[in-house]
């Protein structure tokens, strides 16, 4: 009996978004499964295209002889997990749009076929009396290279072949003639590339606190009885989250499974790493995109062979074809970097959500200052919620001074510095203690203030930060109104009023100025492009061989250095006003991990005790994200967020759908735009049909803004529109999503690249 596969064709247009149908040969039968890569001629000239097989079936779709064979098999996947994977990606497709090849080159990620490791051990076979034969020979005449090799043989019985060329500095010639003689022979064995730095093990903490292991039991219990409603844990900074993951994940390993632990950047591998080794050896490694492809390849072999327990890193991590998923676990959810910014744009928290729900894993979430999105959903009973308000030093949050920059201006200090942070910078330095600088660069020179009243350009229709583009006009990136730059305040008639502009190089420059003995150190995306740099830095301030470190936002995020004491946060305003519904948000979430990085050792018997202290510079220091930051008050913050998204429809109150629309015709560009645009304001007048669906209400509606230029109207010649569409109910956004690409399809409208991004 035939079997025939139909295959999805990798071709990422939206005309070709369906299955073809091929036979499968007899020769490949037994490989060729759901997941397969495989190759197939493909139209009227045959051409050799890959693709990715999603489902085999007896029944011939055409006719049989009219149907092509597959001509090859790349990937057999018969060791993944390919029906969660696949399932998955047609989730992801729908939530999020694009083409179904997208979503499955997400979740079956190509496993590059890479030269095996090959490890050769030279080792010593001959006899005490050969050896010594052999030696008076060699030193006889003059053979240096042999008789240096074989002494250090017979001290060590057997050698590495690599070290022995670069340490005893002996070729291949050498190590021949010894294994001709019958003195030697050399080994082979095949050894995986393995990205875990050896030595690197961090502290076990033995003893749990009570709010710790409350959590762990709590969660263990409830895995125990089948309940995998996802977890989400509210601890404050210092509270000891990673071992309570570390505890979890343990026990959930013990009970046969693999576990997935998610964090939002690489810059926290080290850390993260050290500690899982700790308990877990080298049943743990961890995946990113600064592996090469070998090393990736071996991770994910190691995975799939059941040779890994635990595999860390960021959102592709997500994707590791464990045999046996238990657990997954994202740590520091409310992180922006967990959103793809590549088709599929996908969010971590949800994809892994699903993820776990069809794999029948349970699902951990952990932050000091979670998402307002996840912690909306404990409050509506979606997830469940479990707090660990105390550090688990025992020691005290930091102290935190507000620093308004309006005054300092006022007082003729034009320093990055203020006054207050000088002075405190000066008392570390004096008693061996670090400092932190953290120069909060998101929104860099987006926004415009005014530095003498603290004055921000916002738009009247949507209440979010304007931005200034280089036509000199200020826009608003989601209702497209626009208002002409300003050389004067309009609201104290200064002059002081512009992009703010400050880097970390300029940030260094003031600190050698200011503080000429100081040992620094700089992370940002300039230092850390090279493979290691992370670690290199980290490394080097954790063994104090650096006073100050000055970063980005790579620098507050779940690190532990415990002779931090200070931490300066410069130009707290430049994530306030982006001109993002998440500004507040986005804010709060920085000050308050930045603040965290201070005082986190435990009291010692010394003199002077390690209390953290935080300095804010802004010019806002009544808006309510700053001052909650400052007192660490994530309910207080929630409670005024959670009423400013439900004025404005924004997530989770409401949610958004934005289609980004690209052209190097412009009117070809807009008229995609506008025709997209009548489809959806059409979408709710053409009766039922497509719209009551699971999980739409009856009473749902759609709100149609735009379209009008993206923030960047053009980039390399190709125009760019956008359409937001707003809605209570995220299924009738995808609904209406859906439509939209069946509509561009029936009119064959594929000039115009078309993006999707929902709740952006």
């Given at each position: 009996m035939a079997i025939y596969a139909d295959i999805i064709i990798d071709i990422s247009t939206e005309k070709l978004d369906r299955t073809f149908q091929y036979r499968v040969p007899e020769s490949l039968r037994d490989r060729v499964c759901p997941g397969s890569l495989v190759s197939v001629p493909f139209g009227k000239g045959n051409r050799v295209i890959t693709g990715y097989v999603v489902s085999l079936t007896g029944e011939p779709e055409f006719d049989p002889d009219k149907t092509k064979d597959i001509i090859d098999i790349k990937e057999d996947n018969k060791d993944r997990p390919v029906g969660t994977l696949l399932q998955l990606a047609a989730w992801m497709k729908h939530h999020y749009g694009g083409t179904l090849i997208?979503?499955?080159?997400?979740?079956?990620?190509?496993?590059?076929?890479?030269?095996?490791?090959?490890?050769?051990?030279?080792?010593?076979?001959?006899?005490?009396?050969?050896?010594?034969?052999?030696?008076?020979?060699?030193?006889?005449?003059?053979?240096?290279?042999?008789?240096?090799?074989?002494?250090?043989?017979?001290?060590?019985?057997?050698?590495?072949?690599?070290?022995?060329?670069?340490?005893?500095?002996?070729?291949?010639?050498?190590?021949?003639?010894?294994?001709?003689?019958?003195?030697?022979?050399?080994?082979?064995?095949?050894?995986?590339?393995?990205?875990?730095?050896?030595?690197?093990?961090?502290?076990?903490?033995?003893?749990?606190?009570?709010?710790?292991?409350?959590?762990?039991?709590?969660?263990?219990?409830?895995?125990?009885?089948?309940?995998?409603?996802?977890?989400?844990?509210?601890?404050?900074?210092?509270?000891?989250?990673?071992?309570?993951?570390?505890?979890?994940?343990?026990?959930?390993?013990?009970?046969?499974h693999q576990a997935i632990m998610l964090i939002p950047e690489i810059a926290l591998t080290y850390q993260t790493v050290a500690r899982f080794t700790a308990r877990f050896g080298d049943r743990v490694s961890f995946i990113h995109s600064r592996l090469s492809a070998g090393e990736r390849y071996d991770q994910f072999l190691r995975a799939e062979r059941g040779e890994l327990d635990v595999m860390i890193g960021p959102r592709s991590a997500l994707f590791t074809?464990?045999?046996?998923?238990?657990?997954?676990?994202?740590?520091?959810?409310?992180?922006?970097?967990?959103?793809?910014?590549?088709?599929?744009?996908?969010?971590?928290?949800?994809?892994?959500?699903?993820?776990?729900?069809?794999?029948?894993?349970?699902?951990?979430?952990?932050?000091?200052?979670?998402?307002?999105?996840?912690?909306?959903?404990?409050?509506?009973?979606?997830?469940?919620?479990?707090?660990?308000?105390?550090?688990?030093?025992?020691?005290?949050?930091?102290?935190?001074?507000?620093?308004?920059?309006?005054?300092?201006?006022?007082?003729?200090?034009?320093?990055?510095?203020?006054?207050?942070?000088?002075e405190l910078m000066e008392d570390r330095l004096s008693h061996g203690e670090q400092t932190m600088l953290f120069l909060n660069r998101r929104g860099y020179t987006s926004f415009v203030t005014c530095r003498k009243c603290g004055f921000v350009y916002k738009c009247p229709h949507c209440d979010v930060s304007l931005s200034l583009h280089r036509d000199k006009k200020l826009h608003c990136h989601y209702c497209g109104y626009e208002t002409p730059m300003q050389p004067l305040c309009p609201e104290?008639?200064?002059?002081?009023?512009?992009?703010?502009?400050?880097?970390t190089e300029q940030v260094e420059s003031e600190v050698r100025r200011v503080l000429p003995g100081a040992r620094t150190l700089r992370m940002d995306a300039d230092t850390t492009r090279k493979k290691g740099d992370y670690e290199r830095i980290l490394s080097a301030f954790a063994d104090e061989e650096a006073d100050i470190l000055i970063g980005t936002?790579?620098?507050?995020?779940?690190?532990?250095?415990?002779?931090?004491t200070l931490m300066g946060i410069l130009a707290a305003d430049m994530s306030l006003h982006t001109g993002d519904y998440r500004a507040a948000e986005r804010t709060f979430e920085l000050l308050t991990q930045a603040a965290g990085r201070a005082g986190r050792a435990a009291a010692s018997g010394g003199e002077r005790r390690l209390m953290g202290e935080?300095?804010?510079?802004?010019?806002?220091?009544?808006?309510?994200?700053?001052?909650?930051?400052?007192?660490?008050?994530?309910?207080?913050?929630?409670?005024?967020?959670?009423?400013?998204?439900?004025?404005?429809?924004?997530?989770?109150?409401?949610?958004?759908?934005?289609?980004?629309?690209?052209?190097?015709?412009?009117?070809?560009?807009?008229?995609?735009?506008?025709?997209?645009?009548?489809?959806?304001?059409?979408?709710?007048?053409?009766?039922?049909?497509?719209?009551?669906?699971?999980?739409?209400?009856?009473?749902?509606?759609?709100?149609?803004?735009?379209?009008?230029?993206?923030?960047?109207?053009?980039?390399?010649?190709?125009?760019?529109?956008?359409?937001?569409?707003?809605?209570?109910?995220?299924?009738?956004?995808?609904?209406?999503?859906?439509?939209?690409?069946?509509?561009?399809?029936?009119?064959?409208?594929?000039?115009?690249?078309?993006?999707?991004?929902?709740?952006?």
């Open positions: 997208q979503s499955l080159k997400v979740v079956l990620p190509k496993k590059t076929p890479v030269k095996p490791v090959e490890k050769q051990t030279v080792r010593l076979v001959a006899s005490e009396e050969t050896v010594k034969a052999c030696m008076d020979e060699f030193e006889r005449k003059h053979q240096v290279a042999r008789l240096r090799l074989l002494k250090a043989l017979t001290e060590t019985g057997a050698m590495d072949r690599t070290f022995i060329g670069q340490k005893l500095n002996v070729g291949s010639p050498v190590i021949n003639a010894l294994r001709d003689r019958g003195l030697a022979e050399i080994e082979r064995t095949t050894t995986y590339r393995n990205p875990v730095v050896t030595g690197i093990y961090g502290k076990k903490i033995s003893e749990l606190s009570m709010d710790q292991k409350h959590v762990v039991d709590a969660v263990l219990s409830r895995y125990d009885a089948g309940d995998m409603k996802p977890s989400l844990i509210h601890g404050v900074t210092g509270s000891g989250k990673t071992e309570v993951y570390i505890d979890i994940i343990d026990g959930i390993v013990g009970r046969g074809p464990f045999p046996s998923l238990g657990v997954i676990v994202m740590d520091e959810e409310h992180e922006s970097s967990y959103k793809s910014e590549q088709m599929p744009k996908y969010h971590t928290r949800e994809t892994a959500e699903e993820m776990a729900k069809i794999s029948g894993a349970a699902f951990i979430m952990g932050s000091a200052t979670p998402s307002v999105e996840a912690y909306r959903r404990t409050v509506t009973g979606i997830y469940e919620l479990y707090e660990m308000p105390e550090r688990i030093t025992g020691g005290e949050l930091p102290v935190v001074y507000t620093v308004d920059l309006r005054k300092e201006l006022a007082e003729g200090n034009k320093s990055i510095f203020s006054d207050k942070l000088k104290c008639g200064s002059r002081y009023i512009g992009g703010m502009r400050a880097g936002q790579m620098i507050v995020k779940g690190h532990d250095f415990p002779r931090v935080v300095v804010i510079q802004t010019y806002s220091p009544d808006n309510y994200a700053v001052i909650t930051a400052a007192h660490q008050d994530y309910k207080g913050f929630y409670e005024e967020e959670i009423a400013y998204r439900s004025m404005g429809d924004y997530p989770p109150e409401g949610h958004m759908l934005q289609i980004l629309i690209e052209d190097k015709d412009e009117s070809r560009a807009l008229s995609s735009a506008e025709s997209m645009a009548e489809y959806a304001r059409g979408f709710m007048q053409d009766g039922p049909t497509g719209i009551i669906v699971s999980g739409v209400p009856h009473d749902a509606h759609i709100q149609v803004i735009g379209p009008t230029d993206a923030s960047v109207a053009k980039i390399n010649d190709v125009y760019r529109k956008v359409i937001y569409i707003k809605s209570k109910s995220y299924e009738l956004l995808a609904v209406l999503k859906d439509g939209i690409e069946r509509d561009r399809a029936e009119r064959k409208a594929q000039e115009s690249h078309v993006e999707f991004d929902f709740n952006p």
